[in-house]
């Protein structure tokens, strides 16, 4: 069974940590624990707010309504509850430094077991594509149609499938570019992500390698 990220009040003492370094809206929170984790794993509203009730119940926090969100900030009695529980603060980093790394070895593997059976789909779909070309070549040519020499005829078809690779590898590349540069506008890349691309690129390498071997 898979350990909580969190254990029993760490959430609340570390939201407490967090408004430390100024206010923040719930959103803000939200991102600031989800960028703590490297996007291993983000806490949903349902599991933030309550707490943030909760410590505006107790007074350790205060809320300014700015428009439609809420503005945290904590009080003199927040500052001298997180001054008496250092110790227990410190525990909660190594605790989060702890899931960070049981999450990304999970996320690893996830990840290991799906590109097995993306290799799989991969070499089957390559095989059928080998079974259909034979079939092609085997089939005869139409009456009529003009006979061109076998070598010509080869190199062309190799040629245009040669470009057609190339314009499909080409516009993956541009894909990925673009999906990169999007998602670093609006936030920095984790070392999660970066091994995450870092290991699917490497496995469909080893994909097409055995796919090409086999033709």
Do not use: F
């Given at each position: 069974m898979t350990p909580p990220v969190f254990q029993h009040g760490a959430l609340r003492l570390y939201l407490l940590a967090l408004l430390e370094d100024g206010p923040r809206h719930g959103y803000e929170l939200i991102k600031s624990l989800s960028d703590r984790f490297g996007g291993t794993?983000?806490?949903?509203?349902g599991t933030i707010y309550p707490r943030l009730a909760k410590l505006l119940e107790e007074g350790l926090i205060a809320a300014e309504s700015t428009g439609r969100r809420s503005v945290y900030r904590i009080t003199e009695a927040g500052r001298r509850e997180l001054d008496a529980r250092r110790d227990e603060l410190a525990g909660v980093e190594r605790d989060i430094s702890?899931?960070?790394?049981?999450?990304?070895?999970?996320?690893?593997?996830?990840?290991?077991?799906?590109?097995?059976?993306?290799?799989?789909?991969?070499?089957?779909?390559?095989?059928?594509?080998?079974?259909?070309?034979?079939?092609?070549?085997?089939?005869?040519?139409?009456?009529?149609?003009?006979?061109?020499?076998?070598?010509?005829r080869f190199s062309t078809e190799s040629q245009g499938r040669l470009k057609e690779a190339e314009m499909l590898v080409q516009a993956f590349r541009d894909d990925v570019r673009v999906e990169l540069r999007t998602h670093s506008a609006r936030e920095p890349i984790s070392e999660v992500t970066l091994e995450t691309l870092r290991t699917v690129l490497d496995q469909a390498r080893i994909a097409v390698r055995n796919s090409l071997g086999r033709s």
């Open positions: 794993y983000a806490p949903s509203p702890a899931s960070v790394r049981r999450l990304a070895d999970s996320l690893r593997e996830d990840l290991r077991t799906s590109m097995r059976g993306l290799r799989a789909d991969l070499a089957a779909t390559a095989e059928t594509a080998r079974q259909a070309a034979r079939t092609a070549r085997r089939e005869a040519p139409k009456a009529g149609a003009p006979r061109i020499p076998a070598s010509e």
